[in-house]
């Protein structure tokens, strides 16, 4: 499986970005998929995650009411709309996906992408 994260971009506070992870592979819609994100000098941190179906969705309360994650089974796509984009979220966001599990652990994931750069300025 191959994951392509995109969207990424330089914007202003208070501004608001899409993020895109595409997926290559026919069992996109078997896999949990999360959302993590670093920032310079720090660790990797979890975002987001959602369930393989997308009912069931999960977030780190720094982006709780601000972002939102989805995804397209039929697209082989997964999304995180970030909205009142805020300083601190400035990092590189990877997507990745989980054959068995998902949730904010990173071991929980088997593939990963190559990550986008969000750049927010104040």
């Known amino acids: 499986v191959q994951l392509q994260a995109s969207g990424g971009g330089l914007v202003q506070a208070g501004g608001f970005l899409r993020l895109s992870c595409a997926t290559s592979?026919?069992?996109?819609?078997?896999?949990?998929m999360g959302w993590f994100r670093q920032a310079p000098g720090k660790e990797r941190d979890f975002v987001a995650a959602?369930?393989?179906?997308?009912?069931?969705?999960y977030y780190a309360d720094s982006v709780k009411g601000r972002f939102t994650i989805s995804r397209d089974n039929a697209k082989n796509t997964m999304y995180l709309q970030m909205n009142s984009l805020k300083p601190e979220d400035t990092a590189i966001y990877y997507c990745?996906?989980?054959?068995?599990?998902?949730?904010?652990?990173?071991?929980?994931?088997?593939?990963w992408g190559q990550g986008t750069q969000v750049t927010v300025s104040s």
């Open positions: 990745a996906a989980a054959k068995v599990d998902w949730g904010a652990t990173m071991s929980r994931y088997d593939y």
């Open positions: 592979g026919r069992v996109f819609s078997m896999y949990g």
């Open positions: 959602i369930n393989w179906s997308g009912d069931r969705t």
